[in-house]
């Protein structure tokens, strides 16, 4: 095929090969016009991928997580609690951590070794251990607040609360073990803790998938109506399963009971860290768990809802 003569005599371009340089160009202005939005990480492309890590990550460290809890929960009481114990210490000292944060100064060796002994206190023959340990705890938080006059009674209760919001709290996993021996033990912690993991879950999904209306914007954004019903019907369905059963003798009128409320307390329990971690300027409370930032981001919804799952327990007399 003959090229076209340009003035001259000079052969000019076809007019296939100008086209091809016109496109480069436009797609070279594209590229540029979106740069912006790549550094910022905003194209479709990057959130995307960036959705699709983050939930591969934060499954496969719920996994992890809960595959660890579940064999030491069928194990035994004692490695129940030897587990419970390490968590409650890690959640006792991400606590610490974000009070600092704030400008207080706990006295992190008494709340963290008071993290260890509510935890194990479940394991001794006297029913009374678990009283002694607050009581030893406050006796010595007064002696150190004495002893210590740069110490401030802010100080003084952020030391006692540490432990008692973390580890007194999941303790209640380890006593809730312990009131069956073998496997039948094992199935009741399963299944109060699985209430309140399919609670997370189905909160999670439905919320990302359906909500529409802000539970509680101020403290966590994320969070909607939808997804708190969510959440409540798959709390509600662990405790039908286990009337069911059942389940160390629970029943319909007790598991009615404790499915919305194990429910609703677990989300106050995550609620109540968010507002926490909000007061003191932090996304997460630490970095242990990739996917899910620190530990106590992982529990803070199972802390009030074991604890709440306890007393119904003991009030419908299975405890």
């Given at each position: 095929?003959?090229?076209?003569?340009?003035?001259?005599?000079?052969?000019g371009p076809e007019p296939h090969a100008r086209g091809i340089e016109r496109g480069i160009e436009r797609l070279e202005l594209v590229r540029k016009a979106k740069e912006s939005a790549r550094a910022a990480g905003d194209l479709r492309g990057q959130k995307a991928r960036g959705w699709t890590e983050k939930v591969l990550t934060r499954t496969a460290t719920g996994a992890v997580y809960a595959i660890l809890t579940v064999v030491c929960l069928f194990w035994g009481k004692v490695p129940t609690a030897v587990l419970v114990t390490a968590m409650a210490w890690t959640c006792c000292s991400e606590f610490f951590r974000m009070s600092r944060m704030g400008g207080?100064?706990?006295n992190e060796i008494l709340g963290l070794g008071a993290s260890i002994l509510f935890t194990l206190a479940p394991l001794a023959s006297h029913g009374s251990a678990t009283l002694y340990v607050l009581l030893l705890m406050m006796v010595l938080c007064a002696v150190w607040?004495?002893?210590?006059?740069?110490?401030?009674?802010?100080?003084?209760?952020?030391?006692?609360?540490?432990?008692?919001?973390?580890?007194?709290?999941?303790?209640?996993?380890?006593?809730?073990r312990s009131a069956a021996p073998g496997f039948d033990g094992g199935l009741l912690a399963f299944g109060v803790m699985g209430s309140v993991w399919l609670n997370d879950a189905t909160a999670y999904f439905v919320?990302?998938?359906?909500?529409?209306?802000?539970?509680?914007?101020?403290?966590?954004?994320?969070?909607?109506?939808?997804?708190?019903?969510?959440?409540?019907?798959g709390s509600v369905l662990i405790w039908l399963v286990m009337a069911v059963i059942p389940v160390s003798g629970i029943g319909w009128p007790l598991a009615?009971?404790?499915?919305?409320?194990?429910?609703?307390?677990?989300?106050?329990?995550?609620?109540f860290e968010s507002r926490v971690k909000r007061g003191v300027g932090v996304k997460d409370s630490g970095n242990v768990l990739p996917g899910h930032g620190g530990l106590l981001d992982r529990?803070?919804?199972?802390?009030?809802?074991?604890?709440?799952?306890f007393l119904l327990l003991r009030l419908g007399g299975v405890l």
């Open positions: 095929m003959r090229e076209r003569q340009g003035k001259g005599g000079m052969e207080h100064e706990p607040y004495v002893m210590t006059p740069r110490a401030g009674i802010a100080d003084v209760a952020l030391t006692a609360f540490g432990p008692i919001y973390t580890s007194l709290m999941f303790s209640t996993i380890v006593t809730i919320g990302t998938r359906f909500g529409r209306h802000k539970l509680a914007p101020k403290i966590s954004p994320n969070k909607s109506i939808e997804g708190l019903f969510g959440g409540l019907a009615l009971v404790a499915g919305p409320v194990v429910g609703i307390m677990a989300v106050a329990g995550d609620l529990s803070d919804s199972m802390l009030f809802g074991c604890a709440v799952a």
